[in-house]
């Protein structure tokens, strides 16, 4: 079988030729014809035939010229066909606002990728909608530290576009912060945006509930090789923001003690042995300990060694508190 006529495989490569555009479209905000050209390998005539099929289903799609024009996907008067009508996207919208995420692996990220883009698109009628409804939701519980939904849009547009974002942010010097945004990540309790700080010159994790006046630039930046982005910020909030730090051989699975510790309070690697490694950090490493004691797996100090030495002490007083050894005139039996 030969796939229909020559006429109907094109009309099918056409087709799939223009969703790819949509896209596209969808997933960077400008794009300029040669690369669209170069990335579909057609020319430059054809793109723009495919742009005007686009349009002429409905999307928005708009032309800019001159430095940093290109075709981008905006607002329109009417949500694009074939989506979504205006009650599911008020809804879709706020579901993603209010509660992303929680009950999937992978939920948070997914959501508000979805998020960014249904908000590209939204006409403005009801965006003012989605915000009114997203307001009036409360939840109870531990649950998340809320942030603001515009905020988190417009980091997850500047790390999809690779533009430069300020903000101001309370640390000692009391500046705006000037980053290259990477990735915004998610732990149970709150948003971080991992990102490079170009004053000081190297990666750093910020609260993005503690920001204020966030704002983009329009040019982009090239991306740097970075470092995972979840991993860096657990170790972050988990052990790196400490003044003290430890590292613990404790033999479960790396499975079986993540289970056992919130994410944000230790980091978790598997060894080969099927034994575990696990950093944490505190102002006093005595409550670290405590912690790896009571999930009541046999374990070894590997780092600081003045901690192991706190060990000997702490253990030869248990031994006296509970009558059954220790040091002569205790009571040890």
């Known amino acids: 079988m030969d796939g229909g006529t020559e006429a109907e495989r094109d009309e099918r490569g056409t087709t799939e030729r223009v969703l790819t555009v949509l896209g596209l479209l969808q997933q ?32 928005p799609v708009h032309a800019g010229q001159g430095v940093g024009g290109g075709y981008q996907l905006g607002p329109g008067q009417e949500l694009p066909p074939l989506l979504l009508d205006d009650e599911e996207a008020i809804a879709t919208a706020v579901s993603l606002l209010v509660g992303p995420g929680g009950a999937v692996a992978g939920g948070d990220a997914a959501a508000l990728r979805a998020l960014t883009k249904l908000d590209q698109v939204l006409p403005t009628r009801l965006r003012h909608q989605v915000r009114a409804l997203a307001n009036s939701v409360e939840t109870f519980g531990g649950g998340r530290t809320p ?76 991306p740097r090789a970075a470092p995972d982005a979840a991993a860096y910020v657990q170790e972050g909030v988990a052990s790196r923001v400490y003044p003290r730090r430890a590292r613990f051989l404790v033999r479960a699975s790396a499975e079986t003690v993540r289970a056992q510790i919130p994410a944000q309070a230790a980091v978790v690697r598997p060894n080969a042995d099927g034994s575990c490694e696990v950093r944490s950090g505190a102002a006093d490493l005595d409550v670290v300990l405590m912690h790896v004691l009571l999930l009541g797996h046999d374990f070894e100090v590997l780092d ?22 220790g040091p002569p005139g205790t009571g040890g039996g």
């Open 304 to 325: 600081p060694p003045e901690l192991g030495t706190r060990c000997g002490e702490l253990a030869r007083r248990l031994l006296s508190a509970g009558g059954t050894g």
């Open 28 to 59: 960077r905000r400008v794009w300029t014809g040669p690369e669209l050209a170069d990335r579909l390998g057609v020319t430059s005539r054809t793109v723009r035939r495919d742009i005007g099929r686009l349009r002429a289903l409905g999307y």
């Open 147 to 222: 942030v603001d939904p515009d905020v988190l849009i417009t980091l997850a547009r500047a790390c999809r576009d690779e533009v430069e974002a300020g903000f101001g942010y309370p640390t000692g010097d009391g500046g705006r912060r000037r980053v290259e945004p990477y990735r915004l990540v998610a732990s149970d309790r709150r948003w971080y945006l991992f990102a490079y700080d170009l004053d000081r010159a190297d990666w750093r994790t910020f609260r993005v509930d503690r920001m204020t006046e966030v704002s983009t630039r329009t040019w982009r930046f090239r």
